[in-house]
């Protein structure tokens, strides 16, 4: 046990000296990488169904159902289970569909001139105008529609090739204003052991005016034509963003931030994560529209996700990927490119893994992979490896003897113990004329003085022993079994 013991401790040892020269790089700063695969666009329709009874004359029923649009934006992944964090405006509509939905047939069914909105109006014609209050909301005993609303969200993540149908998710939890933050959960579990790319989360909002950050949303359904977009933004004065959102303000002055985010909410890119260029986490989420282009913080994102009893967390593809775009954003693209492949095995639609694997193996073993360069030096370099393999080798060496040394301290010395004679017995009953007689060749014999050469005799019998061993001899014995010395007679 002692000897396993000191082995182990050698290689332990000497591990940890070979991984010396290849110490891991810290993370890159700055990059969106570590977010987009995790970005998703999210479209919202109000599902109507509706019945009209029209009985001004012969009875009716006149069904019709629609799909009426409410709210689209990006969203972004935060559990490998495809959970979402987005925002409450294309998650909740908050008009009234069924009153939407009375203009509409009725303008379809009567041919009346009547606006389809969300508002309700009058007719000139009495028997018509009575009919249609009787089809707004709230339904009552005299209605004459009968209209089921239910919302129809749908997920379209960042794969390729593109998904054409996404898949369902219903809002488990909201904030109370159009702007406030939604969680989105699957409508049935995501295909996949390993589930989901995911963005991680940022401990806080910066605190400094002027903190770069990066914004990245789709501006519409993912495909072909249709990559994600990314903006570089810079926050404005205030520690976090609360309710009212943070500000964004070029402290160059050369660009109006509120006003070119604004034009890019209103275009798809609300509620895209804001990305810190520390260390590429999530800060918080993009709101607001028109001229007016704000951040909620992600106090507010940790906020509803812990009411919503969500736990955002990475998962496998994200530990693999995050590994292989350290090795790339450090220009070791050799030792990037099988990370990025083992993130498509993971998840074969990862756009973003797959562009950098792209670029990975068109730099790979040329003049910017710092890898080849690294092995090119290791020759000639100032600090080469020989000195770690003779270290690694002399700690072997010595775990080696020092397992030796307590073995050796805990064997007992078989060949200096002087052997021992074996205890007086019976007389050996041999034949006298069969002459079995033992003959052993020993390494030393030990003579007994003249003086000393006698037979011990007992007085009520004629026993012998060996002259020259002391053992016990029988009768009909002419050599000493053991020693081998000639009896005297």
């Given at each position: 046990?002692?000897?396993?013991?000191?082995?182990a401790?050698g290689?332990?040892?000497?591990?940890?000296?070979?991984?010396?020269?290849?110490?891991?790089?810290?993370?890159?700063?700055?990059?969106?990488?570590?977010?987009?695969?995790?970005?998703?666009r999210v479209?919202?329709?109000?599902?109507?169904?509706?019945?009209?009874?029209?009985?001004?004359?012969?009875?009716?029923?006149?069904?019709?159902?629609?799909?009426?649009?409410?709210?689209?934006?990006?969203?972004?992944?935060?559990?490998?289970?495809?959970?979402?964090?987005?925002?409450?405006?294309?998650?909740?509509?908050?008009?009234?569909?069924?009153?939407?939905?009375?203009?509409?047939?009725?303008?379809?069914?009567?041919?009346?001139?009547?606006p389809?909105?969300?508002?309700?109006?009058?007719?000139?014609?009495?028997?018509?105008?009575?009919h249609?209050?009787?089809?707004?909301?709230?339904k009552?005993?005299?209605?004459?529609?009968?209209?089921?609303?239910?919302?129809?969200?749908?997920?379209?993540?960042n794969?390729?090739?593109?998904?054409?149908?996404?898949?369902?998710?219903?809002?488990?939890?909201?904030?109370?204003?159009?702007?406030?933050?939604?969680?989105?959960v699957?409508?049935?579990?995501?295909?996949?052991?390993?589930?989901?790319?995911?963005?991680?989360?940022?401990?806080?909002?910066?605190?400094?005016?002027?903190a770069?950050?990066?914004?990245?949303?789709?501006?519409?359904?993912?495909?072909?034509n249709v990559?994600?977009?990314?903006?570089?933004?810079?926050?404005?004065?205030?520690?976090?963003?609360?309710?009212?959102?943070?500000?964004f303000?070029?402290?160059?002055?050369?660009?109006?931030?509120?006003?070119?985010?604004?034009?890019?909410?209103?275009?798809?890119?609300?509620?895209?994560?804001?990305?810190?260029?520390?260390?590429?986490?999530?800060?918080?989420?993009?709101?607001?529209?028109?001229?007016?282009?704000?951040?909620?913080?992600?106090?507010?994102?940790?906020?509803?996700?812990?009411?919503?009893?969500?736990?955002?967390?990475?998962?496998?593809?994200?530990?693999?990927?995050?590994?292989?775009?350290?090795?790339?954003?450090?220009?070791?693209?050799?030792?990037?490119?099988?990370?990025?492949?083992?993130?498509?095995e993971?998840?074969?639609?990862?756009?973003?893994?797959?562009?950098?694997?792209?670029?990975?193996l068109?730099?790979?073993?040329?003049?910017?992979?710092?890898?080849?360069?690294?092995?090119?030096a290791?020759?000639?370099?100032?600090?080469?490896?020989?000195p770690?393999?003779?270290?690694?080798?002399?700690?072997?060496?010595?775990?080696?003897?020092?397992?030796?040394?307590?073995?050796?301290?805990?064997?007992?010395?078989?060949?200096?113990?002087l052997?021992?004679p074996?205890?007086?017995?019976?007389?050996?009953?041999?034949d006298?004329?069969?002459?079995?007689t033992v003959?052993?060749?020993?390494?030393?014999?030990?003579?007994?003085?003249?003086?000393?050469?006698?037979?011990?005799?007992?007085?009520?019998?004629?026993?012998?022993?060996?002259?020259?061993?002391?053992?016990?001899?029988?009768?009909?014995?002419?050599?000493?079994?053991?020693?081998?010395?000639?009896?005297?007679?």
């Open positions: 046990m002692a000897r396993l013991t000191a082995l401790g290689i332990a040892a000497a591990l940890v000296l070979t991984a010396l020269p290849v110490a891991a790089h810290e993370h890159p700063s700055g990059i969106t990488d570590l977010v987009s695969p995790a970005v998703v479209e919202a329709v109000s599902h109507v169904e509706i019945t009209l009874l029209d009985h001004l004359g012969e009875l009716k029923h006149v069904e019709r159902s629609y799909d009426i649009p409410f709210g689209s934006g990006t969203g972004t992944v935060v559990n490998p289970d495809g959970t979402i964090v987005g925002l409450r405006r294309f998650a909740v509509n908050d008009n009234d569909v069924a009153i939407y939905a009375a203009n509409k047939i009725f303008a379809e069914h009567h041919k009346v001139k009547l389809v909105d969300y508002e309700k109006h009058k007719l000139s014609d009495d028997q018509l105008n009575r249609l209050q009787a089809c707004y909301p709230p009552s005993d005299t209605a004459t529609c009968i209209i089921n609303v239910t919302p129809d969200i749908t997920a379209f993540p794969v390729s090739p593109a998904s054409t149908e996404g898949f369902k998710v219903k809002c488990i939890k909201a904030g109370p204003d159009p702007d406030s933050p939604a969680v989105l699957p409508v049935t579990p995501v295909a996949g052991g390993v589930g989901m790319p995911t963005a991680p989360l940022a401990d806080k909002v910066p605190d400094q005016v002027g770069p950050t990066n914004i990245a949303g789709f501006l519409g359904r993912p495909g072909p990559q994600h977009t990314v903006e570089i933004a810079h926050l404005s004065k205030g520690g976090g963003a609360g309710e009212s959102g943070r500000p303000a070029d402290p160059e002055k050369k660009v109006d931030e509120p006003v070119k985010l604004g034009a890019l909410a209103d275009k798809g890119l609300v509620g895209a994560p804001v990305i810190g260029d520390k260390n590429g986490h999530v800060v918080g989420l993009l709101v607001g529209g028109g001229k007016e282009g704000k951040m909620i913080g992600v106090r507010e994102i940790t906020g509803i996700l812990s009411q919503a009893k969500v736990v955002p967390r990475r998962g496998p593809i994200d530990t693999a990927f995050e590994a292989a775009l350290t090795r790339y954003h450090t220009k070791y693209y050799t030792d990037a490119a099988p990370g990025f492949q083992r993130v498509l993971l998840y074969p639609g990862n756009v973003v893994a797959a562009g950098l694997l792209k670029t990975s068109a730099k790979r073993g040329g003049p910017e992979d710092q890898g080849t360069k690294r092995a090119a290791e020759p000639t370099g100032s600090t080469p490896l020989w770690f393999i003779v270290a690694a080798a002399i700690l072997f060496l010595a775990a080696g003897g020092g397992a030796y040394l307590l073995w050796r301290r805990r064997t007992p010395d078989q060949s200096t113990a052997p021992q074996l205890a007086a017995g019976p007389p050996l009953d041999l006298d004329g069969a002459n079995q003959v052993v060749r020993r390494s030393q014999s030990f003579h007994v003085a003249p003086q000393q050469q006698q037979v011990m005799t007992a007085p009520d019998s004629a026993i012998k022993y060996c002259t020259s061993c002391g053992m016990r001899l029988g009768q009909a014995h002419r050599f000493c079994g053991y020693c081998g010395h000639p009896i005297e007679t």
